[in-house]
């Protein structure tokens, strides 16, 4: 038996060593500080009333943390604490999660999970699928000639909706960037007969920087992007996440020097 308790219900305190303990040998590091996690779930919209803690005798075992968007949700954060994991606590918190999402009026959920995480299989037997394979692209690109302009919210808004051929990951929609932007991202954009041809949205942070979404409409297009960001920050690193396998983008970063540092697999249950 396993008990259930909104998120909302902890101090960001609190709530924070929860999401530590879940993620203790996790693949990546993801020791969140309380500012850490407030960002994210600031940045993601985790609504943390509908969010769950899951506890056996009182104490918390894991959590799972779900953003929502009109009906559709996302699970921003899910974990087990390695006392508790291989009891099968992890697929009874999703499925209670999922059914009071569903209760919700949700229609859609999706998540991520590192290819090489066994956690995928739990995820098929609460009804997920296995949608695509998004990277992290990673590496200080090449400098070259090409300079990138900036970019204003209408323009960068109508670049996003027209290069994103297929729908974003859930961290790189339109409500996530434009949360970037009001935390002092900068848009810039490369053009090509008048129109934006790539544009990327980034900020410098903690020596390396971080691309919160880039979209080109095709490899020579990406090439250019990659090069402009080398002259712009030239020898920084940066980190692009979720970038959907087969993309212009994910084309052209080897060649502009950049690696894939982790690969994930989408997952999507629809009712």
């Given at each position: 038996m396993i008990e259930l308790f909104p998120a909302s219900d902890f101090d960001g305190q609190t709530l924070s060593l929860i999401w530590n303990t879940a993620y203790a040998g996790y693949f990546v590091p993801m020791n969140f500080t309380q500012e850490v996690?407030?960002?994210?779930?600031?940045?993601?919209?985790?609504?943390?009333?509908?969010?769950?803690?899951?506890g056996v005798a009182g104490e918390p075992f894991g959590l799972s943390l779900a953003a929502v968007r009109g009906d559709r949700a996302w699970i921003g954060g899910f974990g087990i604490a390695p006392q508790f994991r291989r009891k099968g606590l992890a697929g009874q918190l999703m499925a209670a999660h999922l059914a009071r999402l569903d209760a919700g009026g949700v229609e859609e959920t999706r998540l991520e999970v590192i290819d090489v995480n066994p956690a995928r299989e739990v995820y098929r037997?609460?009804?997920?699928?296995?949608?695509?394979?998004?990277?992290?692209?990673?590496?200080?690109?090449?400098?070259?000639?090409?300079?990138?302009?900036?970019?204003?919210?209408?323009?960068?808004?109508?670049?996003?909706?027209?290069?994103?051929?297929?729908?974003p990951s859930w961290r790189r929609e339109w409500p996530t960037v434009l949360d970037g932007l009001q935390e002092g991202a900068?848009?810039?954009?490369?053009?090509?007969?008048g129109a934006v041809a790539a544009y990327a949205v980034a900020a410098e942070h903690l020596g390396r920087l971080v691309v919160h979404d880039a979209a080109a409409v095709d490899r020579e297009a990406a090439g250019?992007?990659?090069?402009?960001?080398?002259?712009?920050?030239?020898?920084?690193?940066?980190?692009?996440?979720?970038?959907?396998?087969?993309t212009p983008l994910a084309r052209a970063a080897a060649a502009a020097g950049l690696t894939v540092g982790l690969k994930q697999v989408e997952m999507r249950r629809a009712h």
């Open positions: 996690l407030h960002r994210h779930v600031r940045r993601s919209g985790i609504d943390l009333r509908r969010s769950l803690v899951g037997r609460c009804g997920f699928r296995e949608t695509r394979e998004l990277l992290m692209l990673e590496g200080a690109p090449r400098a070259d000639g090409a300079v990138a302009m900036a970019l204003d919210r209408e323009r960068l808004a109508a670049a996003h909706d027209r290069l994103n051929r297929d729908r900068v848009a810039l954009g490369v053009e090509r007969a250019v992007l990659f090069g402009a960001l080398g002259r712009r920050w030239p020898g920084l690193s940066i980190r692009l996440v979720d970038e959907p396998a087969g």
